[in-house]
Protein backbone atom coordinates (compact mmCIF):
# COMPACT_ATOMS: atom_id res chain seq x y z
CA UNK A 1 0.00 0.00 0.00
CA UNK A 2 1.05 3.37 -1.00
CA UNK A 3 1.45 6.26 1.39
CA UNK A 4 -0.30 9.81 0.86
CA UNK A 5 0.77 11.45 -2.44
CA UNK A 6 3.50 13.91 -1.03
CA UNK A 7 2.82 16.59 -3.22
CA UNK A 8 -1.06 16.97 -2.48
CA UNK A 9 -4.25 16.03 -3.45
CA UNK A 10 -4.97 17.64 -6.84
CA UNK A 11 -1.48 18.09 -8.01
CA UNK A 12 0.83 16.04 -10.46
CA UNK A 13 4.55 15.04 -9.46
CA UNK A 14 7.15 17.26 -11.22
CA UNK A 15 10.62 15.84 -12.15
CA UNK A 16 13.05 18.16 -10.43
CA UNK A 17 15.03 19.84 -14.00
CA UNK A 18 11.41 20.85 -14.20
CA UNK A 19 11.34 22.42 -10.73
CA UNK A 20 14.71 24.16 -11.20
CA UNK A 21 14.03 25.41 -14.67
CA UNK A 22 10.45 27.23 -13.03
CA UNK A 23 12.69 28.44 -10.31
CA UNK A 24 15.12 30.01 -13.40
CA UNK A 25 12.27 31.40 -14.87
CA UNK A 26 10.51 32.78 -12.16
CA UNK A 27 14.11 33.90 -11.28
CA UNK A 28 14.10 36.08 -14.49
CA UNK A 29 10.80 37.27 -14.26
CA UNK A 30 11.51 38.91 -11.32
CA UNK A 31 14.90 40.85 -12.78
CA UNK A 32 12.68 41.70 -15.86
CA UNK A 33 10.09 43.80 -13.72
CA UNK A 34 12.47 45.54 -11.59
CA UNK A 35 14.49 46.83 -14.88
CA UNK A 36 11.43 47.94 -15.51
CA UNK A 37 10.12 49.72 -12.36
CA UNK A 38 14.05 51.16 -12.19
CA UNK A 39 14.67 52.12 -15.78
CA UNK A 40 15.16 55.61 -16.28
CA UNK A 41 18.43 55.70 -17.27
CA UNK A 42 19.23 54.73 -20.80
CA UNK A 43 21.29 52.09 -20.48
CA UNK A 44 22.75 48.65 -22.34
CA UNK A 45 20.86 45.24 -22.56
CA UNK A 46 17.47 47.44 -24.34
CA UNK A 47 16.97 44.90 -27.53
CA UNK A 48 16.66 47.69 -30.32
CA UNK A 49 13.93 44.75 -32.51
CA UNK A 50 11.82 46.09 -29.65
CA UNK A 51 11.55 49.04 -31.25
CA UNK A 52 7.93 49.93 -32.96
CA UNK A 53 8.40 49.51 -36.86
CA UNK A 54 8.36 52.35 -38.62
CA UNK A 55 5.57 51.67 -40.79
CA UNK A 56 3.27 52.73 -37.77
CA UNK A 57 3.50 56.21 -38.04
CA UNK A 58 3.42 58.47 -40.83
CA UNK A 59 6.66 60.07 -42.66
CA UNK A 60 9.57 60.35 -40.24
CA UNK A 61 7.42 57.99 -38.31
CA UNK A 62 5.93 61.26 -36.16
CA UNK A 63 1.93 60.61 -37.46
CA UNK A 64 -0.58 60.98 -35.00
CA UNK A 65 -2.58 58.33 -36.09
CA UNK A 66 -0.10 55.70 -34.81
CA UNK A 67 -0.25 53.47 -31.22
CA UNK A 68 0.21 55.57 -28.38
CA UNK A 69 2.22 52.98 -26.25
CA UNK A 70 6.10 54.18 -26.09
CA UNK A 71 8.16 51.48 -27.69
CA UNK A 72 10.55 53.19 -25.53
CA UNK A 73 8.64 53.14 -22.64
CA UNK A 74 11.20 50.53 -20.49
CA UNK A 75 13.81 53.48 -20.38
CA UNK A 76 11.08 55.92 -18.96
CA UNK A 77 11.77 56.19 -15.31
CA UNK A 78 8.12 58.62 -15.21
CA UNK A 79 6.06 56.45 -17.37
CA UNK A 80 7.18 53.14 -15.46
CA UNK A 81 4.82 53.37 -12.97
CA UNK A 82 2.28 50.66 -14.70
CA UNK A 83 5.29 47.90 -15.44
CA UNK A 84 4.22 44.50 -14.86
CA UNK A 85 4.84 42.65 -12.43
CA UNK A 86 6.62 39.17 -11.44
CA UNK A 87 4.61 36.39 -13.13
CA UNK A 88 2.07 38.93 -15.72
CA UNK A 89 3.20 39.89 -19.08
CA UNK A 90 6.79 40.46 -18.48
CA UNK A 91 7.37 36.93 -17.61
CA UNK A 92 6.91 36.04 -21.24
CA UNK A 93 10.50 37.12 -21.95
CA UNK A 94 9.13 40.81 -23.78
CA UNK A 95 7.16 43.09 -21.98
CA UNK A 96 4.69 44.82 -22.70
CA UNK A 97 4.73 48.49 -23.76
CA UNK A 98 3.41 50.79 -21.03
CA UNK A 99 1.35 53.48 -21.98
CA UNK A 100 2.14 56.94 -22.27
CA UNK A 101 2.15 60.03 -19.74
CA UNK A 102 -1.33 61.59 -19.40
CA UNK A 103 -1.84 65.12 -20.80
CA UNK A 104 -1.56 67.21 -17.82
CA UNK A 105 1.07 64.43 -16.13
CA UNK A 106 3.76 65.13 -18.57
CA UNK A 107 3.02 68.84 -18.12
CA UNK A 108 3.35 68.51 -14.22
CA UNK A 109 6.77 66.50 -14.57
CA UNK A 110 8.15 69.12 -16.84
CA UNK A 111 7.22 71.93 -14.59
CA UNK A 112 8.57 69.59 -11.76
CA UNK A 113 11.85 69.62 -14.18
CA UNK A 114 12.56 73.17 -14.59
CA UNK A 115 11.82 73.85 -10.82
CA UNK A 116 14.49 71.32 -9.98
CA UNK A 117 17.58 73.10 -9.69
CA UNK A 118 18.16 76.64 -8.28
CA UNK A 119 17.89 79.84 -9.53
CA UNK A 120 20.70 81.75 -10.80
CA UNK A 121 20.65 85.36 -9.94
CA UNK A 122 22.39 88.08 -11.60
CA UNK A 123 22.06 92.11 -11.73
CA UNK A 124 20.87 93.72 -14.60
CA UNK A 125 21.17 97.45 -15.66
CA UNK A 126 17.47 98.91 -15.32
CA UNK A 127 18.34 99.00 -19.51
CA UNK A 128 18.80 95.66 -19.95
CA UNK A 129 16.45 93.90 -17.46
CA UNK A 130 13.05 94.09 -19.26
CA UNK A 131 11.16 90.44 -19.94
CA UNK A 132 13.69 89.09 -17.07
CA UNK A 133 11.99 87.45 -14.22
CA UNK A 134 12.85 88.88 -10.52
CA UNK A 135 15.21 86.53 -8.57
CA UNK A 136 14.78 88.61 -5.53
CA UNK A 137 11.28 90.51 -4.15
CA UNK A 138 11.38 94.17 -5.18
CA UNK A 139 11.40 96.22 -1.95
CA UNK A 140 11.50 99.88 -1.42
CA UNK A 141 14.56 101.86 -1.12
CA UNK A 142 12.73 104.64 0.34
CA UNK A 143 9.23 106.26 1.24
CA UNK A 144 7.23 106.55 -1.68
CA UNK A 145 6.78 109.79 -2.34
CA UNK A 146 9.80 110.54 0.11
CA UNK A 147 8.54 113.77 1.35
CA UNK A 148 4.91 115.45 0.84
CA UNK A 149 3.89 116.72 -2.68
CA UNK A 150 1.43 118.93 -3.68
CA UNK A 151 -0.92 116.90 -6.12
CA UNK A 152 -1.74 120.09 -8.64
CA UNK A 153 -0.93 123.20 -9.49
CA UNK A 154 -2.20 126.15 -7.04
CA UNK A 155 -1.45 127.29 -3.64
CA UNK A 156 -0.39 126.03 -0.67
CA UNK A 157 -2.02 127.47 1.78
CA UNK A 158 -1.72 127.30 6.04
CA UNK A 159 -4.68 128.17 8.15
CA UNK A 160 -8.32 129.33 7.42
CA UNK A 161 -8.25 131.87 4.56
CA UNK A 162 -8.27 134.14 3.46
CA UNK A 163 -4.79 134.35 3.33
CA UNK A 164 -2.33 136.63 2.43
CA UNK A 165 0.39 136.30 -0.63
CA UNK A 166 3.39 137.79 -1.84
CA UNK A 167 4.33 138.65 -5.64
CA UNK A 168 7.26 135.71 -7.56
CA UNK A 169 7.09 132.18 -9.50
CA UNK A 170 6.25 130.34 -6.12
CA UNK A 171 7.61 126.78 -5.41
CA UNK A 172 8.50 124.65 -8.26
CA UNK A 173 9.30 120.86 -8.86
CA UNK A 174 13.02 119.74 -7.35
CA UNK A 175 13.23 122.99 -4.84
CA UNK A 176 13.41 123.04 -1.26
CA UNK A 177 10.73 125.11 -0.16
CA UNK A 178 13.06 125.60 3.25
CA UNK A 179 10.91 127.23 5.89
CA UNK A 180 7.64 126.81 6.90
CA UNK A 181 4.06 128.65 6.11
CA UNK A 182 2.89 130.51 8.69
CA UNK A 183 -0.87 130.60 9.48
CA UNK A 184 -3.13 133.12 7.19
CA UNK A 185 -0.63 132.58 3.82
CA UNK A 186 -0.25 131.21 0.95
CA UNK A 187 2.79 130.49 -2.03
CA UNK A 188 2.23 129.61 -5.32
CA UNK A 189 3.01 125.65 -5.93
CA UNK A 190 4.03 123.34 -9.02
CA UNK A 191 2.80 119.84 -9.08
CA UNK A 192 5.08 117.69 -7.94
CA UNK A 193 6.68 120.32 -5.51
CA UNK A 194 7.67 119.77 -2.00
CA UNK A 195 5.45 121.38 0.30
CA UNK A 196 6.29 123.78 3.13
CA UNK A 197 6.27 122.55 6.31
CA UNK A 198 2.61 123.46 7.89
CA UNK A 199 0.78 123.72 5.22
CA UNK A 200 -2.74 123.15 5.33
CA UNK A 201 -3.60 122.20 1.93
CA UNK A 202 -3.33 123.04 -1.72
CA UNK A 203 -5.54 124.91 -3.35
CA UNK A 204 -5.92 124.34 -7.19
CA UNK A 205 -5.42 127.60 -9.21
CA UNK A 206 -9.19 126.72 -10.61
CA UNK A 207 -11.07 126.65 -6.96
CA UNK A 208 -8.75 129.97 -5.84
CA UNK A 209 -9.63 133.62 -6.90
CA UNK A 210 -6.31 135.99 -6.19
CA UNK A 211 -6.66 139.34 -5.77
CA UNK A 212 -3.16 140.88 -6.95
CA UNK A 213 -4.56 144.61 -5.75
CA UNK A 214 -4.95 143.72 -2.19
CA UNK A 215 -2.76 140.76 -2.30
CA UNK A 216 -5.61 138.12 -0.90
CA UNK A 217 -5.85 134.91 -1.77
CA UNK A 218 -9.41 133.63 -1.94
CA UNK A 219 -11.14 130.00 -2.25
CA UNK A 220 -14.37 129.46 -4.15
CA UNK A 221 -15.21 126.13 -2.46
CA UNK A 222 -14.33 124.71 0.80
CA UNK A 223 -10.85 123.72 2.39
CA UNK A 224 -10.20 120.45 3.85
CA UNK A 225 -6.98 119.85 5.64
CA UNK A 226 -4.54 117.55 3.74
CA UNK A 227 -6.69 118.19 0.28
CA UNK A 228 -4.37 117.35 -2.83
CA UNK A 229 -1.41 117.05 -0.80
CA UNK A 230 0.26 113.23 -1.45
CA UNK A 231 2.02 112.49 2.34
CA UNK A 232 5.00 111.07 2.39
CA UNK A 233 4.84 107.33 2.12
CA UNK A 234 1.30 107.61 0.83
CA UNK A 235 2.79 104.48 -1.84
CA UNK A 236 4.76 102.43 -0.02
CA UNK A 237 7.20 102.89 3.33
CA UNK A 238 11.13 102.14 2.92
CA UNK A 239 11.24 97.97 3.32
CA UNK A 240 8.09 97.78 1.95
CA UNK A 241 8.07 94.59 -0.37
CA UNK A 242 6.88 96.31 -4.41
CA UNK A 243 6.41 92.65 -6.02
CA UNK A 244 7.92 89.64 -5.33
CA UNK A 245 10.28 87.46 -6.94
CA UNK A 246 8.91 85.42 -10.21
CA UNK A 247 7.44 88.71 -11.41
CA UNK A 248 7.99 89.88 -15.09
CA UNK A 249 9.93 92.98 -15.43
CA UNK A 250 7.57 94.98 -17.65
CA UNK A 251 8.11 98.79 -18.42
CA UNK A 252 5.77 99.29 -15.65
CA UNK A 253 8.01 97.37 -13.23
CA UNK A 254 10.91 99.22 -14.03
CA UNK A 255 9.10 102.31 -13.54
CA UNK A 256 8.41 101.40 -10.27
CA UNK A 257 11.73 100.21 -9.43
CA UNK A 258 13.39 103.50 -10.81
CA UNK A 259 11.17 105.51 -8.60
CA UNK A 260 11.52 103.12 -5.44
CA UNK A 261 15.95 104.18 -6.12
CA UNK A 262 16.99 101.09 -8.07
CA UNK A 263 19.95 101.25 -10.49
CA UNK A 264 19.66 98.00 -11.52
CA UNK A 265 17.55 94.40 -10.26
CA UNK A 266 18.31 91.04 -8.81
CA UNK A 267 17.01 88.90 -12.02
CA UNK A 268 17.18 84.85 -13.28
CA UNK A 269 19.31 84.90 -16.42
CA UNK A 270 17.16 83.68 -19.51
CA UNK A 271 17.55 80.06 -19.53
CA UNK A 272 19.50 79.18 -22.82
CA UNK A 273 18.33 77.01 -25.75
CA UNK A 274 19.53 75.30 -28.62
CA UNK A 275 17.34 74.36 -31.62
CA UNK A 276 18.60 71.30 -33.59
CA UNK A 277 16.08 70.69 -36.95
CA UNK A 278 16.50 67.31 -38.08
CA UNK A 279 15.14 65.92 -41.45
CA UNK A 280 17.50 65.54 -44.68
CA UNK A 281 14.07 66.52 -46.23
CA UNK A 282 14.12 69.70 -45.35
CA UNK A 283 14.65 72.65 -47.50
CA UNK A 284 15.82 76.19 -46.06
CA UNK A 285 14.70 78.50 -49.04
CA UNK A 286 12.63 78.32 -52.26
CA UNK A 287 9.63 75.95 -52.96
CA UNK A 288 9.26 71.99 -52.49
CA UNK A 289 10.43 69.47 -55.18
CA UNK A 290 11.28 66.76 -55.58
CA UNK A 291 9.51 65.01 -52.23
CA UNK A 292 11.42 67.87 -50.69
CA UNK A 293 9.99 70.23 -48.38
CA UNK A 294 10.13 73.36 -46.86
CA UNK A 295 11.62 73.58 -42.91
CA UNK A 296 8.67 75.37 -41.19
CA UNK A 297 10.00 74.87 -37.81
CA UNK A 298 13.49 76.48 -37.94
CA UNK A 299 12.00 79.69 -38.44
CA UNK A 300 9.04 79.18 -36.07
CA UNK A 301 10.90 77.87 -32.52
CA UNK A 302 13.02 80.51 -32.44
CA UNK A 303 10.67 83.62 -31.88
CA UNK A 304 7.98 81.37 -30.03
CA UNK A 305 11.12 80.34 -27.56
CA UNK A 306 11.95 83.79 -27.29
CA UNK A 307 8.25 84.68 -26.31
CA UNK A 308 8.64 82.13 -23.82
CA UNK A 309 11.64 83.68 -21.93
CA UNK A 310 14.47 82.15 -23.60
CA UNK A 311 18.12 82.96 -24.98
CA UNK A 312 17.94 81.37 -28.20
CA UNK A 313 20.60 80.17 -30.61
CA UNK A 314 19.98 80.21 -34.49
CA UNK A 315 18.69 77.05 -35.52
CA UNK A 316 21.21 74.56 -37.13
CA UNK A 317 20.01 71.58 -39.74
CA UNK A 318 21.59 68.75 -39.23
CA UNK A 319 19.45 66.60 -41.39
CA UNK A 320 19.52 62.82 -40.26
CA UNK A 321 22.92 61.82 -39.06
CA UNK A 322 23.44 60.16 -35.57
CA UNK A 323 26.69 61.11 -35.55
CA UNK A 324 25.90 65.05 -36.28
CA UNK A 325 23.50 64.90 -33.56
CA UNK A 326 25.43 63.13 -31.07
CA UNK A 327 28.22 66.19 -31.94
CA UNK A 328 25.77 68.49 -31.47
CA UNK A 329 24.55 67.27 -28.04
CA UNK A 330 27.84 66.78 -26.25
CA UNK A 331 28.99 70.64 -27.27
CA UNK A 332 26.14 72.20 -26.46
CA UNK A 333 26.25 74.40 -23.51
CA UNK A 334 22.54 75.32 -23.46
CA UNK A 335 20.21 74.74 -20.69
CA UNK A 336 17.82 73.43 -22.88
CA UNK A 337 17.79 72.05 -26.40
CA UNK A 338 14.92 71.06 -28.60
CA UNK A 339 15.03 68.70 -31.35
CA UNK A 340 12.78 68.63 -34.30
CA UNK A 341 11.50 65.07 -35.49
CA UNK A 342 12.73 61.49 -35.12
CA UNK A 343 11.31 60.78 -32.04
CA UNK A 344 9.91 57.89 -33.25
CA UNK A 345 11.24 54.32 -34.66
CA UNK A 346 11.71 55.16 -38.30
CA UNK A 347 15.17 54.03 -39.87
CA UNK A 348 16.32 57.63 -39.38
CA UNK A 349 14.91 58.45 -36.16
CA UNK A 350 18.19 59.07 -34.42
CA UNK A 351 16.79 60.79 -30.77
CA UNK A 352 16.17 57.84 -28.57
CA UNK A 353 19.51 55.79 -30.09
CA UNK A 354 21.25 58.78 -29.30
CA UNK A 355 20.26 59.73 -25.80
CA UNK A 356 20.82 55.93 -25.27
CA UNK A 357 24.29 55.97 -26.26
CA UNK A 358 24.84 59.11 -23.93
CA UNK A 359 23.28 57.58 -20.70
CA UNK A 360 20.18 60.41 -20.78
CA UNK A 361 17.49 60.17 -18.45
CA UNK A 362 14.03 60.21 -19.78
CA UNK A 363 11.11 61.68 -18.08
CA UNK A 364 9.00 61.75 -20.54
CA UNK A 365 8.84 59.21 -23.12
CA UNK A 366 5.44 59.77 -25.29
CA UNK A 367 1.91 61.76 -24.12
CA UNK A 368 -1.23 60.66 -24.70
CA UNK A 369 -2.09 64.01 -26.89
CA UNK A 370 -3.52 64.64 -30.43
CA UNK A 371 -1.06 66.24 -32.00
CA UNK A 372 2.09 65.08 -30.95
CA UNK A 373 2.21 62.55 -29.32
CA UNK A 374 5.70 60.79 -30.01
CA UNK A 375 7.11 64.37 -27.97
CA UNK A 376 9.99 63.49 -25.00
CA UNK A 377 11.95 65.21 -22.45
CA UNK A 378 15.24 64.04 -21.05
CA UNK A 379 18.72 65.02 -18.93
CA UNK A 380 21.40 64.72 -20.12
CA UNK A 381 24.54 63.54 -17.79
CA UNK A 382 26.78 66.55 -17.09
CA UNK A 383 29.39 65.06 -18.61
CA UNK A 384 28.43 63.00 -21.80
CA UNK A 385 31.22 61.07 -23.22
CA UNK A 386 33.22 62.46 -26.06
CA UNK A 387 33.32 59.46 -27.91
CA UNK A 388 30.92 57.08 -29.32
CA UNK A 389 31.00 53.66 -26.93
CA UNK A 390 32.63 50.95 -28.61
CA UNK A 391 30.57 48.76 -30.87
CA UNK A 392 27.55 50.92 -30.74
CA UNK A 393 26.76 49.89 -26.96
CA UNK A 394 24.89 52.48 -25.08
CA UNK A 395 26.78 53.35 -21.92
CA UNK A 396 24.77 53.63 -18.83
CA UNK A 397 24.21 51.67 -15.11
CA UNK A 398 23.93 47.53 -15.39
CA UNK A 399 20.73 46.42 -16.68
CA UNK A 400 17.76 45.72 -14.35
CA UNK A 401 19.03 47.31 -11.19
CA UNK A 402 16.94 49.91 -10.59
CA UNK A 403 17.68 53.71 -11.39
CA UNK A 404 14.54 55.54 -11.96
CA UNK A 405 13.09 58.27 -9.83
CA UNK A 406 9.93 58.50 -8.87
CA UNK A 407 7.35 60.13 -10.74
CA UNK A 408 10.19 61.57 -13.33
CA UNK A 409 12.35 63.69 -10.81
CA UNK A 410 15.81 64.10 -12.04
CA UNK A 411 18.55 62.00 -10.64
CA UNK A 412 22.10 61.77 -11.23
CA UNK A 413 24.13 64.74 -12.42
CA UNK A 414 22.29 67.40 -11.73
CA UNK A 415 23.86 69.53 -14.35
CA UNK A 416 23.22 68.64 -17.97
CA UNK A 417 21.24 70.09 -19.79
CA UNK A 418 17.00 69.27 -20.82
CA UNK A 419 16.61 68.22 -24.20
CA UNK A 420 12.99 68.32 -25.73
CA UNK A 421 12.20 66.26 -28.86
CA UNK A 422 9.46 67.33 -31.08
CA UNK A 423 7.56 65.56 -33.57
CA UNK A 424 8.60 66.90 -36.81
CA UNK A 425 4.99 67.83 -37.92
CA UNK A 426 4.71 71.48 -37.64
CA UNK A 427 1.48 71.86 -35.22
CA UNK A 428 2.58 68.15 -33.08
CA UNK A 429 5.33 70.29 -32.60
CA UNK A 430 3.47 73.22 -31.37
CA UNK A 431 1.94 70.72 -29.45
CA UNK A 432 4.64 69.64 -27.75
CA UNK A 433 5.83 73.55 -26.86
CA UNK A 434 2.78 74.18 -25.08
CA UNK A 435 3.04 70.53 -23.09
CA UNK A 436 6.92 69.88 -22.11
CA UNK A 437 8.71 73.40 -23.48
CA UNK A 438 6.62 76.47 -21.67
CA UNK A 439 6.30 74.76 -18.33
CA UNK A 440 9.69 73.54 -18.43
CA UNK A 441 10.79 77.34 -19.18
CA UNK A 442 8.78 78.54 -16.73
CA UNK A 443 10.50 76.65 -13.99
CA UNK A 444 13.83 77.35 -15.38
CA UNK A 445 13.26 80.98 -15.85
CA UNK A 446 11.59 81.14 -12.50
CA UNK A 447 8.47 82.73 -13.99
CA UNK A 448 5.02 81.69 -12.84
CA UNK A 449 3.43 78.89 -14.65
CA UNK A 450 0.16 79.45 -16.90
CA UNK A 451 -3.02 80.22 -14.63
CA UNK A 452 -5.31 77.51 -16.33
CA UNK A 453 -8.60 78.81 -17.57
CA UNK A 454 -11.85 77.62 -18.93
CA UNK A 455 -14.08 79.18 -21.46
CA UNK A 456 -16.97 78.26 -23.36
CA UNK A 457 -16.95 76.74 -26.57
CA UNK A 458 -19.41 76.98 -29.23
CA UNK A 459 -19.39 74.47 -31.41
CA UNK A 460 -19.00 70.12 -30.66
CA UNK A 461 -15.68 69.60 -31.09
CA UNK A 462 -14.56 65.93 -31.81
CA UNK A 463 -11.81 63.89 -29.36
CA UNK A 464 -9.89 61.53 -29.44
CA UNK A 465 -10.91 58.05 -28.07
CA UNK A 466 -8.53 58.30 -25.41
CA UNK A 467 -6.68 60.89 -25.60
CA UNK A 468 -6.35 63.96 -25.00
CA UNK A 469 -6.67 66.99 -28.25
CA UNK A 470 -5.22 70.07 -28.45
CA UNK A 471 -7.50 72.35 -30.80
CA UNK A 472 -6.78 75.95 -32.14
CA UNK A 473 -9.23 78.55 -31.05
CA UNK A 474 -10.16 82.11 -31.41
CA UNK A 475 -11.55 84.12 -28.66
CA UNK A 476 -15.39 85.75 -29.83
CA UNK A 477 -17.01 88.46 -28.16
CA UNK A 478 -20.56 87.26 -27.21
CA UNK A 479 -23.46 89.14 -28.81
CA UNK A 480 -26.84 90.74 -27.26
CA UNK A 481 -25.56 90.29 -23.70
CA UNK A 482 -24.29 86.48 -24.35
CA UNK A 483 -21.49 85.50 -23.09
CA UNK A 484 -17.94 85.40 -24.14
CA UNK A 485 -16.53 82.45 -25.96
CA UNK A 486 -14.05 80.15 -28.12
CA UNK A 487 -14.64 78.91 -31.40
CA UNK A 488 -12.92 76.14 -32.76
CA UNK A 489 -10.34 77.07 -36.05
CA UNK A 490 -10.45 74.61 -38.86
CA UNK A 491 -6.84 73.06 -40.49
CA UNK A 492 -6.15 71.63 -37.24
CA UNK A 493 -4.34 68.46 -38.71
CA UNK A 494 -0.70 67.36 -37.43
CA UNK A 495 0.90 68.31 -40.26
CA UNK A 496 -1.19 72.18 -40.93
CA UNK A 497 -0.49 75.03 -39.42
CA UNK A 498 -2.90 77.58 -41.33
CA UNK A 499 -5.14 76.96 -37.75
CA UNK A 500 -2.43 77.98 -35.32
CA UNK A 501 -1.33 80.94 -37.33
CA UNK A 502 -5.09 82.11 -37.18
CA UNK A 503 -5.67 81.05 -33.42
CA UNK A 504 -5.24 82.65 -30.15
CA UNK A 505 -5.14 79.82 -27.70
CA UNK A 506 -5.62 75.91 -27.88
CA UNK A 507 -8.44 74.13 -26.45
CA UNK A 508 -7.90 71.00 -24.55
CA UNK A 509 -10.07 68.45 -25.64
CA UNK A 510 -10.65 65.42 -23.51
CA UNK A 511 -10.79 62.19 -24.62
CA UNK A 512 -14.75 61.42 -26.35
CA UNK A 513 -14.60 65.36 -27.15
CA UNK A 514 -16.97 68.21 -25.69
CA UNK A 515 -20.73 69.49 -26.92
CA UNK A 516 -21.36 72.68 -27.89
CA UNK A 517 -22.06 74.82 -24.63
CA UNK A 518 -19.67 73.24 -22.60
CA UNK A 519 -16.60 74.94 -21.24
CA UNK A 520 -12.80 73.73 -22.05
CA UNK A 521 -9.85 74.45 -20.81
CA UNK A 522 -7.65 76.66 -23.23
CA UNK A 523 -3.88 77.40 -23.33
CA UNK A 524 -2.75 81.11 -24.33
CA UNK A 525 -0.42 81.47 -27.14
CA UNK A 526 2.57 83.46 -25.68
CA UNK A 527 1.90 86.29 -27.71
CA UNK A 528 -2.21 86.56 -26.71
CA UNK A 529 -2.48 87.56 -23.31
CA UNK A 530 -1.18 90.79 -21.49
CA UNK A 531 1.74 89.74 -19.51
CA UNK A 532 -0.44 89.24 -15.82
CA UNK A 533 0.47 92.01 -13.03
CA UNK A 534 0.71 90.71 -9.75
CA UNK A 535 -0.05 93.37 -6.68
CA UNK A 536 2.52 94.77 -4.54
CA UNK A 537 1.35 97.40 -2.22
CA UNK A 538 -1.15 99.36 -4.23
CA UNK A 539 -4.06 98.67 -6.22
Known sequence: MTGPDPVGPGRSRRDPDDVAQAEAEAERAVEQALALVGGARCGPGRDPDRRRDASAGGPRGDADDAPTGSPHSTRNSANSANSAAPGGPASTGAPPPVPPLT???????????????????????????????LAEPLGALTDLPSFDTSAMDGWAVAGPGPWA??????LLAGRNPGTALPDGTAVRIATG???????????????????????????????????????RGQECRSGEQLVPAGTVVTPAVLGLAAAAG??????????????????????????PHDGLI???LGPMLGPWLRALGAEVSGPRRLGDEAEALRDALTGSDADLIVTTGGTASGPVDHVHPVLDSLGAELLVDGVAVRPGHPMLLARLPASAPSKRPPDGQPQGPPDGQPQGPPDGQPQGPPDGPYLVGLPGNPLAAVSGLLTLVEPLLAGLAGRPAQDAYRALVHAEVHGHPHDTRLVPVVHRAGRAGGRDHVAPLRYNGPAMLRGIAAADGLAVVVPGG?????????????????????EGCFT
Open 103 to 133: WDRARAVAARAGRAAPLAAIRLPLDRALGHV
Open 165 to 170: FGAGAG
Open 193 to 231: ARVPPDTTAVLRSEHAHADEARGLLHARRPVVAGQDVRP
Open 262 to 287: YDALPAVPRPRVDILVLGDELLASGL
Open 294 to 296: RDA
Open 514 to 534: VRSGTEVEILDLPWAPATPWT
